[in-house]
Protein backbone atom coordinates (compact mmCIF):
# COMPACT_ATOMS: atom_id res chain seq x y z
CA UNK A 1 0.00 0.00 0.00
CA UNK A 2 1.46 3.41 -0.60
CA UNK A 3 1.81 5.70 1.56
CA UNK A 4 -0.91 8.78 0.68
CA UNK A 5 0.83 12.74 1.12
CA UNK A 6 -1.62 15.84 1.12
CA UNK A 7 0.11 18.69 -1.07
CA UNK A 8 -1.55 21.76 -0.03
CA UNK A 9 -0.86 24.40 -2.92
CA UNK A 10 0.28 21.47 -5.06
CA UNK A 11 -0.42 23.54 -8.32
CA UNK A 12 1.88 26.25 -7.27
CA UNK A 13 5.09 26.34 -8.17
CA UNK A 14 7.16 24.67 -5.57
CA UNK A 15 4.06 22.55 -4.85
CA UNK A 16 3.81 20.91 -8.54
CA UNK A 17 7.67 19.88 -9.07
CA UNK A 18 6.90 18.70 -5.39
CA UNK A 19 4.15 16.37 -6.32
CA UNK A 20 5.73 14.98 -10.03
CA UNK A 21 9.08 14.10 -7.01
CA UNK A 22 6.37 12.65 -4.94
CA UNK A 23 4.60 10.12 -7.68
CA UNK A 24 7.88 9.14 -9.20
CA UNK A 25 8.94 7.99 -5.69
CA UNK A 26 6.03 5.92 -5.55
CA UNK A 27 3.75 7.89 -3.37
CA UNK A 28 -0.20 8.41 -3.65
CA UNK A 29 -0.57 11.94 -3.40
CA UNK A 30 -3.82 14.21 -2.87
CA UNK A 31 -3.29 17.98 -3.49
CA UNK A 32 -5.31 20.88 -1.97
CA UNK A 33 -5.11 24.27 -3.53
CA UNK A 34 -7.96 26.66 -3.83
CA UNK A 35 -6.56 28.10 -7.74
CA UNK A 36 -5.84 31.83 -5.99
CA UNK A 37 -2.36 31.99 -7.65
CA UNK A 38 -2.18 28.90 -9.45
CA UNK A 39 -4.47 27.01 -12.51
CA UNK A 40 -5.99 23.73 -12.66
CA UNK A 41 -3.76 23.12 -15.92
CA UNK A 42 -1.03 22.96 -13.64
CA UNK A 43 -2.90 18.74 -12.58
CA UNK A 44 -2.91 17.98 -16.35
CA UNK A 45 1.18 19.25 -16.55
CA UNK A 46 1.95 16.61 -13.47
CA UNK A 47 -0.26 14.12 -15.32
CA UNK A 48 1.32 14.58 -18.64
CA UNK A 49 5.16 13.76 -16.59
CA UNK A 50 4.29 11.03 -14.54
CA UNK A 51 1.35 9.51 -16.25
CA UNK A 52 -0.78 9.71 -12.68
CA UNK A 53 -3.19 12.41 -11.81
CA UNK A 54 -3.45 13.35 -8.25
CA UNK A 55 -6.52 13.67 -6.87
CA UNK A 56 -7.11 17.19 -6.18
CA UNK A 57 -9.66 19.17 -4.13
CA UNK A 58 -10.33 22.38 -4.30
CA UNK A 59 -10.30 23.65 -0.69
CA UNK A 60 -9.43 27.47 1.00
CA UNK A 61 -7.73 26.40 3.95
CA UNK A 62 -8.77 29.34 5.80
CA UNK A 63 -12.14 27.31 5.81
CA UNK A 64 -11.69 25.56 9.11
CA UNK A 65 -15.31 23.31 8.22
CA UNK A 66 -13.74 22.59 4.98
CA UNK A 67 -10.71 21.55 6.30
CA UNK A 68 -12.46 19.43 8.67
CA UNK A 69 -14.03 17.85 6.31
CA UNK A 70 -11.56 17.27 3.91
CA UNK A 71 -9.60 14.98 6.82
CA UNK A 72 -13.25 13.28 7.41
CA UNK A 73 -13.23 12.24 3.57
CA UNK A 74 -9.33 11.32 3.35
CA UNK A 75 -8.64 9.34 6.94
CA UNK A 76 -5.02 7.47 5.22
CA UNK A 77 -3.13 10.77 5.16
CA UNK A 78 0.70 9.82 6.04
CA UNK A 79 2.04 13.21 5.89
CA UNK A 80 1.54 16.69 4.55
CA UNK A 81 3.62 18.87 3.07
CA UNK A 82 1.93 22.67 3.39
CA UNK A 83 3.12 24.91 0.71
CA UNK A 84 -0.26 26.74 0.70
CA UNK A 85 0.03 30.41 1.55
CA UNK A 86 0.41 34.08 -0.25
CA UNK A 87 4.09 34.65 -0.81
CA UNK A 88 4.34 38.29 -2.31
CA UNK A 89 6.83 40.17 -0.35
CA UNK A 90 5.38 43.49 -1.58
CA UNK A 91 1.92 42.77 -1.47
CA UNK A 92 2.30 41.76 1.77
CA UNK A 93 3.26 44.83 2.89
CA UNK A 94 0.07 46.40 1.38
CA UNK A 95 -1.98 43.60 2.49
CA UNK A 96 -0.97 42.22 5.80
CA UNK A 97 -4.18 41.37 7.30
CA UNK A 98 -4.24 38.78 4.09
CA UNK A 99 -0.90 37.48 4.82
CA UNK A 100 -1.45 36.82 8.56
CA UNK A 101 -4.79 35.21 8.01
CA UNK A 102 -3.93 33.22 4.94
CA UNK A 103 -0.23 32.01 5.78
CA UNK A 104 -1.68 31.68 10.07
CA UNK A 105 -4.66 30.52 10.41
CA UNK A 106 -4.62 27.85 7.76
CA UNK A 107 -1.35 26.64 9.27
CA UNK A 108 -3.14 26.60 12.74
CA UNK A 109 -6.10 24.59 11.57
CA UNK A 110 -4.09 21.82 9.76
CA UNK A 111 -1.50 21.76 13.44
CA UNK A 112 -4.97 21.04 15.18
CA UNK A 113 -6.10 18.26 13.24
CA UNK A 114 -2.68 16.80 13.56
CA UNK A 115 -2.27 17.17 17.21
CA UNK A 116 -5.63 14.41 17.33
CA UNK A 117 -3.48 11.90 15.23
CA UNK A 118 -1.16 8.81 16.87
CA UNK A 119 1.82 9.69 14.52
CA UNK A 120 1.70 12.91 11.93
CA UNK A 121 4.00 13.81 9.42
CA UNK A 122 4.70 17.42 8.80
CA UNK A 123 6.21 19.74 6.41
CA UNK A 124 6.86 23.37 6.46
CA UNK A 125 7.61 25.39 3.32
CA UNK A 126 9.80 28.21 5.29
CA UNK A 127 12.22 30.93 3.45
CA UNK A 128 15.70 32.46 3.94
CA UNK A 129 13.71 35.42 4.30
CA UNK A 130 13.42 34.65 8.01
CA UNK A 131 17.05 35.35 8.93
CA UNK A 132 17.41 39.13 6.94
CA UNK A 133 20.37 40.23 6.24
CA UNK A 134 22.40 37.81 7.85
CA UNK A 135 25.90 38.96 9.69
CA UNK A 136 27.74 35.79 8.70
CA UNK A 137 28.13 34.59 5.06
CA UNK A 138 27.05 31.25 4.04
CA UNK A 139 23.93 31.18 6.18
CA UNK A 140 24.14 28.19 8.70
CA UNK A 141 19.96 27.20 10.45
CA UNK A 142 21.80 28.40 13.11
CA UNK A 143 22.27 31.84 11.88
CA UNK A 144 19.72 34.46 14.17
CA UNK A 145 16.21 34.95 12.95
CA UNK A 146 16.25 38.77 12.28
CA UNK A 147 13.07 41.00 12.49
CA UNK A 148 11.10 40.51 9.26
CA UNK A 149 11.15 43.10 6.95
CA UNK A 150 7.86 42.06 5.77
CA UNK A 151 4.79 40.72 7.05
CA UNK A 152 5.67 37.82 4.88
CA UNK A 153 8.61 36.75 6.07
CA UNK A 154 7.31 37.54 9.33
CA UNK A 155 4.60 34.79 8.58
CA UNK A 156 7.25 32.75 7.74
CA UNK A 157 8.75 33.02 11.28
CA UNK A 158 5.88 32.91 13.11
CA UNK A 159 4.77 30.10 11.17
CA UNK A 160 8.19 27.77 12.69
CA UNK A 161 7.55 29.07 15.77
CA UNK A 162 3.92 28.09 15.98
CA UNK A 163 5.42 24.39 14.79
CA UNK A 164 8.66 24.84 17.33
CA UNK A 165 5.85 25.30 19.82
CA UNK A 166 3.50 22.50 19.36
CA UNK A 167 6.02 19.99 18.40
CA UNK A 168 7.43 21.05 21.83
CA UNK A 169 3.47 19.32 23.64
CA UNK A 170 3.39 16.64 21.10
CA UNK A 171 5.70 14.31 20.69
CA UNK A 172 3.60 12.35 18.05
CA UNK A 173 4.02 15.09 15.58
CA UNK A 174 7.03 15.31 13.72
CA UNK A 175 7.97 18.34 11.52
CA UNK A 176 10.12 19.74 9.60
CA UNK A 177 11.35 23.48 8.24
CA UNK A 178 12.91 23.80 4.85
CA UNK A 179 14.42 26.96 4.29
CA UNK A 180 14.30 28.11 1.05
CA UNK A 181 16.66 30.05 -0.78
CA UNK A 182 15.87 31.89 -4.26
CA UNK A 183 13.52 28.94 -6.18
CA UNK A 184 14.14 29.05 -10.01
CA UNK A 185 13.88 26.91 -13.27
CA UNK A 186 11.07 24.45 -14.03
CA UNK A 187 10.72 21.02 -15.10
CA UNK A 188 13.17 19.75 -18.05
CA UNK A 189 9.85 18.60 -19.78
CA UNK A 190 8.71 22.12 -20.04
CA UNK A 191 5.06 20.79 -18.44
CA UNK A 192 5.22 22.71 -15.63
CA UNK A 193 7.16 25.89 -14.53
CA UNK A 194 6.53 28.66 -12.40
CA UNK A 195 2.79 29.98 -13.85
CA UNK A 196 3.60 33.82 -14.35
CA UNK A 197 0.31 35.61 -12.86
CA UNK A 198 0.33 39.14 -12.93
CA UNK A 199 3.64 41.11 -13.24
CA UNK A 200 7.01 39.38 -12.07
CA UNK A 201 8.34 39.91 -8.76
CA UNK A 202 11.31 37.70 -9.54
CA UNK A 203 14.04 37.95 -10.93
CA UNK A 204 14.18 35.05 -12.75
CA UNK A 205 10.88 35.11 -14.47
CA UNK A 206 11.01 38.64 -15.57
CA UNK A 207 14.57 37.96 -17.06
CA UNK A 208 12.63 35.51 -19.04
CA UNK A 209 9.73 37.43 -19.95
CA UNK A 210 12.33 39.89 -21.54
CA UNK A 211 14.08 37.67 -23.94
CA UNK A 212 10.77 36.56 -25.05
CA UNK A 213 9.70 40.03 -25.46
CA UNK A 214 6.85 40.10 -23.42
CA UNK A 215 8.89 42.95 -21.16
CA UNK A 216 11.10 45.54 -22.67
CA UNK A 217 13.92 45.51 -20.62
CA UNK A 218 14.90 44.13 -17.11
CA UNK A 219 15.23 46.42 -14.36
CA UNK A 220 18.41 46.00 -11.83
CA UNK A 221 17.43 47.06 -8.60
CA UNK A 222 20.38 49.05 -7.98
CA UNK A 223 24.01 48.44 -8.84
CA UNK A 224 25.77 50.45 -5.72
CA UNK A 225 25.32 47.68 -3.54
CA UNK A 226 28.98 46.79 -1.49
CA UNK A 227 29.27 43.20 -3.28
CA UNK A 228 31.94 42.52 -6.14
CA UNK A 229 29.90 44.12 -9.81
CA UNK A 230 27.51 46.24 -6.91
CA UNK A 231 24.49 44.13 -7.38
CA UNK A 232 22.77 42.11 -4.87
CA UNK A 233 23.80 38.12 -4.29
CA UNK A 234 21.12 36.06 -4.38
CA UNK A 235 21.44 31.33 -3.89
CA UNK A 236 19.38 30.47 -6.70
CA UNK A 237 18.08 27.38 -6.82
CA UNK A 238 17.09 24.73 -9.46
CA UNK A 239 13.13 23.53 -8.15
CA UNK A 240 14.01 20.34 -9.17
CA UNK A 241 16.31 20.14 -6.51
CA UNK A 242 13.87 21.67 -4.01
CA UNK A 243 11.25 18.94 -5.19
CA UNK A 244 13.23 16.54 -4.00
CA UNK A 245 14.66 17.98 -0.78
CA UNK A 246 11.28 17.52 -0.08
CA UNK A 247 10.63 13.81 -1.04
CA UNK A 248 14.28 13.41 1.18
CA UNK A 249 12.69 15.26 4.22
CA UNK A 250 9.37 13.19 4.18
CA UNK A 251 10.80 9.77 3.81
CA UNK A 252 13.10 11.27 7.33
CA UNK A 253 9.79 11.41 8.95
CA UNK A 254 7.74 8.50 7.51
CA UNK A 255 11.50 6.60 8.14
CA UNK A 256 11.20 8.14 11.50
CA UNK A 257 14.77 8.91 11.53
CA UNK A 258 14.63 12.20 13.63
CA UNK A 259 16.74 12.51 16.48
CA UNK A 260 14.41 15.99 18.05
CA UNK A 261 11.01 15.75 16.32
CA UNK A 262 11.20 19.19 15.18
CA UNK A 263 13.99 20.07 12.45
CA UNK A 264 14.62 23.00 10.57
CA UNK A 265 17.39 22.48 7.03
CA UNK A 266 18.75 25.76 4.77
CA UNK A 267 17.86 24.37 0.65
CA UNK A 268 20.15 26.31 -1.41
CA UNK A 269 22.90 25.90 -3.87
CA UNK A 270 25.48 27.45 -1.25
CA UNK A 271 26.99 29.49 -4.28
CA UNK A 272 25.97 32.89 -4.70
CA UNK A 273 25.00 34.71 -7.84
CA UNK A 274 24.94 38.23 -8.45
CA UNK A 275 22.06 40.16 -10.66
CA UNK A 276 24.32 40.44 -13.03
CA UNK A 277 26.54 37.33 -13.03
CA UNK A 278 22.50 35.75 -13.64
CA UNK A 279 21.45 37.92 -16.64
CA UNK A 280 25.43 36.67 -17.91
CA UNK A 281 24.66 33.00 -17.15
CA UNK A 282 21.09 33.50 -18.68
CA UNK A 283 22.95 35.10 -21.65
CA UNK A 284 25.42 32.21 -22.24
CA UNK A 285 22.59 29.58 -22.04
CA UNK A 286 20.04 31.27 -24.48
CA UNK A 287 22.30 32.96 -26.84
CA UNK A 288 20.05 35.89 -25.97
CA UNK A 289 21.11 39.31 -25.12
CA UNK A 290 19.29 40.57 -22.82
CA UNK A 291 18.07 44.72 -22.34
CA UNK A 292 18.25 45.87 -19.02
CA UNK A 293 18.83 48.90 -17.05
CA UNK A 294 20.13 49.80 -13.85
CA UNK A 295 17.86 51.30 -11.92
CA UNK A 296 16.54 52.45 -7.88
CA UNK A 297 17.11 50.09 -4.94
CA UNK A 298 13.68 48.43 -3.98
CA UNK A 299 12.71 48.86 -0.68
CA UNK A 300 13.42 45.84 1.84
CA UNK A 301 16.03 44.17 -0.05
CA UNK A 302 19.17 42.59 1.49
CA UNK A 303 22.78 42.71 0.23
CA UNK A 304 23.54 39.02 -0.26
CA UNK A 305 22.01 35.77 0.54
CA UNK A 306 23.58 32.04 0.00
CA UNK A 307 23.23 29.21 2.31
CA UNK A 308 25.78 26.84 4.41
CA UNK A 309 23.84 23.84 3.40
CA UNK A 310 25.99 21.36 5.19
CA UNK A 311 23.23 20.36 7.41
CA UNK A 312 21.03 19.00 4.54
CA UNK A 313 23.97 17.59 3.04
CA UNK A 314 24.93 15.51 6.05
CA UNK A 315 21.34 14.72 7.74
CA UNK A 316 19.47 14.77 4.55
CA UNK A 317 22.16 13.37 2.28
CA UNK A 318 20.86 15.72 -0.40
CA UNK A 319 22.91 18.12 -2.18
CA UNK A 320 21.61 20.33 -4.98
CA UNK A 321 22.77 18.80 -8.18
CA UNK A 322 21.97 21.80 -10.75
CA UNK A 323 24.21 25.08 -11.49
CA UNK A 324 22.39 28.46 -12.10
CA UNK A 325 22.62 28.10 -15.61
CA UNK A 326 21.33 24.30 -15.94
CA UNK A 327 17.87 25.93 -13.87
CA UNK A 328 18.21 29.34 -16.21
CA UNK A 329 18.64 27.39 -19.14
CA UNK A 330 14.87 25.51 -17.80
CA UNK A 331 13.21 28.43 -17.15
CA UNK A 332 13.97 29.73 -20.95
CA UNK A 333 12.26 26.38 -22.15
CA UNK A 334 9.47 26.83 -20.26
CA UNK A 335 9.42 30.51 -21.20
CA UNK A 336 9.38 29.46 -24.61
CA UNK A 337 6.37 26.68 -24.39
CA UNK A 338 4.00 29.48 -22.34
CA UNK A 339 5.07 32.03 -25.67
CA UNK A 340 4.17 29.01 -28.14
CA UNK A 341 0.69 28.32 -26.69
CA UNK A 342 -0.17 31.89 -26.48
CA UNK A 343 0.28 32.07 -29.92
CA UNK A 344 -1.25 28.96 -30.68
CA UNK A 345 -4.36 30.71 -28.39
C1 LIG B 1 16.36 38.58 -6.46
C2 LIG B 1 17.32 39.70 -6.79
C3 LIG B 1 16.39 41.90 -6.62
C4 LIG B 1 13.55 41.49 -9.92
C5 LIG B 1 11.98 36.85 -2.70
C6 LIG B 1 11.39 36.54 -1.36
C7 LIG B 1 11.73 35.12 -0.99
C8 LIG B 1 11.24 34.21 -2.07
C9 LIG B 1 11.93 34.57 -3.37
C10 LIG B 1 9.01 33.40 -1.74
C11 LIG B 1 17.20 40.88 -5.84
C12 LIG B 1 16.79 41.58 -8.05
C13 LIG B 1 14.53 41.22 -8.97
C14 LIG B 1 13.79 42.47 -10.92
C15 LIG B 1 15.97 42.85 -10.00
N1 LIG B 1 9.84 34.32 -2.21
N2 LIG B 1 15.71 41.88 -9.03
N3 LIG B 1 15.00 43.11 -10.92
O1 LIG B 1 13.72 39.24 -3.24
O2 LIG B 1 15.68 37.59 -3.14
O3 LIG B 1 13.38 36.80 -2.60
O4 LIG B 1 11.56 35.93 -3.66
O5 LIG B 1 9.28 32.41 -1.14
O6 LIG B 1 11.10 34.80 0.23
O7 LIG B 1 11.98 37.39 -0.41
O8 LIG B 1 13.95 37.35 -4.94
O9 LIG B 1 13.81 37.26 -7.40
O10 LIG B 1 12.58 39.12 -6.16
O11 LIG B 1 15.06 39.18 -6.32
O12 LIG B 1 17.05 43.44 -10.02
O13 LIG B 1 12.94 42.75 -11.79
O14 LIG B 1 17.01 40.19 -8.09
O15 LIG B 1 16.75 43.24 -6.30
O16 LIG B 1 18.49 41.40 -5.65
P1 LIG B 1 14.26 37.87 -3.44
P2 LIG B 1 13.78 38.23 -6.26
Redesign the pocket.
Known sequence: MNKKILVTGGLGFIGSHTVVALQEKGFDVVIIDNLSNSSLEVLGGIAQITKISPEFEKIDLREKGAVNAFFDKYQGIDGIIHFAAS?A?GESVQNPLLYYENNLNTLIYLLQHLKQKETANFIFSS???VYGQADELPITESAPVKKAESP??NTKQIGEEIIADTCKVTSQLNAISLR?F??IGAHPSAHIGELPIGTP????P?ITQTAVGKREK?????NDYPTPDG??I?DYIHVMDLARAHVVAMERLLDKEQTNNYEVFNLGTGEGNS?LEAIQAFEKVSGKKLPYEITER?EG?ITA?YADTTKANEVLKWKAEYNIEDALKSAWKWQQKLEEEEKKG
Open positions: KVSCTYGYNPQNLAFLSVFGTCRVRDA
